[in-house]
Each structure stands twice: as C-alpha cells, then as structure tokens.
C-alpha cells in the first residue's frame, strides 16, 4: 500500500520506493514528509525498523 507526502497514514514505519530510506510516524496526526534522503514524495509501510 503507498502512501503520499502530506498525507495522515498513521503511526509506524514507511520506507522511501525510491532510495529505501526509513521515516518513523510517532503519531496518527503526523504527516509523511518529503524524503530527506532524495526529496521522494511516495512511501510504503513498512514493519523494518529504522537504523
Ligand atoms: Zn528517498
């Protein structure tokens, strides 16, 4: 399932389709940011931690 920079997708992790960086969303409110890694704006979740 992707997910889109500025959307709501709820806590967990997602990873960047493009360059593998993981982000951790802490709260359901929190947004998916633009990856700071390569400025990609599409993520999946993931259950990988970060590290
Ligand atoms: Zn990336």
């Known amino acids: 399932m ?3 920079t500025g959307q ?3 806590k967990g992790n997602y990873r ?3 360059c593998s960086e993981i982000i951790t ?3 359901d409110s929190e947004v ?3 990856c ?3 400025e990609n704006t599409k993520w ?3 259950d990988s ?3």
Do not use: H, Q
Request: net charge positive.
């Open 2 to 4: 992707r997910f889109s």
């Open 8 to 10: 709501a997708a709820g």
């Open 16 to 18: 960047c389709i493009l």
């Open 25 to 27: 969303l802490k709260d």
């Open 32 to 34: 998916l940011p633009v």
């Open 36 to 38: 700071p890694r390569c």
């Open 44 to 46: 999946i979740k993931t």
């Open 49 to 51: 931690n970060p590290e």
